[in-house]
């Protein structure tokens, strides 16, 4: 939002919308590396406004409390999933769009280790969990992969089927893989990534293939 001058506007806090912009986004970093790193029990508001570099009101002047902090820590991830998904433009071959959705999936949780921890609960929230329907950002990347295989069925190059009970094994796969990248444990093969990864992936589509 800006101003009639064209500046940004200020919030209703009287705080300028940038700097907010910024200091909810440190807090949503700090919150997501505390929990990666050290668990729920680390999530203090001192903890917190150290790390992000603002005072311990700014979670209730962001977020209104703790719990609504860790439910944006997730949203955030998935926002961030997205928009990295979002980058790949769709092309003559559906199947190839796929696998380069796949990579595009995987550069998002690399950059975003913390985040991707706290989406789907590979870090301990203790009593700071989401509530169901608060994540309306998990079900549209979800979709993002049903419609990619939409466009494979429709162009002919996948069977005739459900194209979200296809989305979901490619994501179950592709998720399984990911975790264990983050986690270290994917070395159990020379070049995981060439000998695991992609070849797991293709073989699954191999499968569904027209």
Same mark, same amino acid.
């Given at each position: &939002?800006?101003?009639?001058?064209?500046?940004?506007?200020?919030?209703?806090?009287?705080?300028?919308?940038?700097?907010?912009?910024?200091?909810?986004?440190?807090?949503?970093?700090?919150?997501?590396?505390?929990?990666? $790193?050290?668990?729920? !029990?680390?999530?203090?508001?001192?903890?917190?406004?150290?790390?992000? $570099?603002? !005072?311990?009101? %700014?979670?209730?002047?962001?977020?209104?409390?703790?719990? %609504?902090?860790?439910?944006?820590? %997730?949203?955030?991830?998935?926002?961030?999933?997205?928009?990295?998904?979002?980058?790949?433009?769709?092309?003559?071959?559906?199947?190839?769009?796929?696998?380069?959705?796949?990579? =595009?999936?995987?550069?998002?949780?690399?950059?975003?280790?913390?985040?991707?921890?706290?989406?789907?609960?590979?870090?301990?929230?203790?009593?700071?969990?989401?509530?169901?329907?608060?994540?309306?950002?998990?079900?549209? =990347?979800? $979709?993002?992969?049903?419609?990619?295989?939409?466009?494979? #069925?429709?162009?002919?190059?996948?069977?005739?089927?459900?194209? =979200?009970?296809?989305?979901?094994?490619?994501?179950? =796969?592709?998720?399984?893989?990911? &975790?264990?990248?983050?986690?270290?444990?994917?070395? #159990?093969?020379?070049?995981?990534?060439?000998?695991?990864?992609?070849?797991?992936?293709?073989?699954?589509?191999?499968?569904?293939?027209?």
């Amino acid at each position: &939002m800006t101003s009639p001058t064209g500046a940004p506007a200020d919030t209703p806090t009287g705080i300028p919308a940038d700097a907010a912009t910024g200091v909810r986004r440190r807090l949503v970093e700090e919150a997501a590396r505390l929990l990666g $790193e050290e668990g729920p !029990s680390a999530l203090t508001t001192r903890r917190l406004a150290a790390g992000a $570099e603002t !005072s311990t009101m %700014a979670v209730y002047t962001h977020f209104g409390g703790m719990p %609504a902090l860790v439910r944006e820590v %997730a949203a955030e991830g998935f926002r961030r999933l997205i928009a990295h998904v979002d980058e790949v433009e769709p092309t003559d071959d559906p199947v190839d769009d796929l696998r380069r959705m796949a990579a =595009a999936y995987r550069a998002n949780a690399l950059e975003n280790p913390h985040l991707y921890a706290v989406m789907f609960g590979s870090a301990s929230l203790g009593g700071f969990r989401p509530h169901e329907g608060d994540l309306d950002e998990g079900a549209a =990347a979800f $979709e993002q992969l049903v419609a990619g295989v939409r466009r494979a #069925v429709e162009a002919g190059v996948l069977r005739a089927q459900d194209p =979200a009970d296809v989305a979901g094994q490619f994501w179950a =796969a592709l998720h399984g893989y990911t &975790m264990l990248e983050l986690a270290h444990m994917q070395h #159990v093969v020379p070049d995981p990534e060439h000998h695991l990864l992609w070849p797991m992936l293709g073989h699954l589509l191999e499968a569904h293939r027209a």
